[in-house]
């Protein structure tokens, strides 16, 4: 496409180019800064794999980092240090962290609200909304936001996050540690259903 010089003049004027080219620009100059110790850790990275290629009796699946992926896994308990932490969360565990004076733990008012009037609709399981689970899937950065689906292929939830136990499974994967944390359709759902489209528009415009 070809741009005058009109567009070009309304293209610069325009606040969302401007926010976009600023954080580019704030981009460009941190790149700058971390690319000696980036390709310092690139080449360690290589020295790495090459020793777990050699001292693997197994074949090892090829690097998919960066890359579209399908993954697969089995929702399952996370043991660490002799305890159990189970699956599941539900909203009564994200209600029991609820701290209005921190900026980590706080809620929106009608969240609360809806909580406390125990508004959960068809989403209800045996009198809260199951929140969050884990599963053994193999994620990396990047991920998250990925679909989630059952084996029959029913979306279930979102992938948002990985434990801190698993890091390593960019490195090498351990089923026994590794654990993918994802948003529970049902959360998704319950929110949605409480808050019309007119709202939710207004809330990203």
């Given amino acids: ?30 790149r700058e800064k971390i690319k000696e110790p980036t390709e310092r850790f690139r080449e360690n990275q290589k020295l790495y794999k090459k020793g ?25 308990d996370l043991t660490v240090a002799g305890k159990t932490h189970p699956y599941f969360t539900t909203l009564d565990g994200v209600m029991k962290k609820y701290n209005a004076d921190s900026e980590f733990y706080e809620l929106p008012k009608k969240f609360v609200d809806l909580y406390k009037q125990k508004k959960f609709g068809r989403y209800e399981v045996n009198d809260s909304v199951p929140t969050c689970f884990i ?4 994620v990396t950065g990047g991920n998250s936001g990925s679909p989630v689906f059952d084996s029959k292929g029913r979306l279930i939830g979102l992938l948002f996050d990985g434990n801190s136990e698993g890091l390593s499974g960019d490195y090498q994967f351990d089923k026994d540690l590794v654990r993918s944390i994802i948003l529970q359709a049902a959360m998704e ?17």
């Fill in 1 to 30: 496409m070809v741009l005058d010089e009109k567009d070009t003049i309304a293209i610069d004027n325009d606040k969302l180019y401007q926010l976009g080219k600023a954080i580019n620009e704030v981009y460009d100059a941190m």
């Fill in 52 to 76: 777990i290629a050699k001292s693997s009796k197994e074949l090892l699946a090829p690097d998919a980092n960066s890359t579209i992926r399908l993954t697969y896994g089995h929702v399952n």
């Fill in 135 to 138: 599963a053994t899937a193999n």
């Fill in 189 to 205: 759902l319950s929110c949605f259903r409480e808050n019309t489209a007119k709202n939710f528009r207004k809330a990203i415009a």
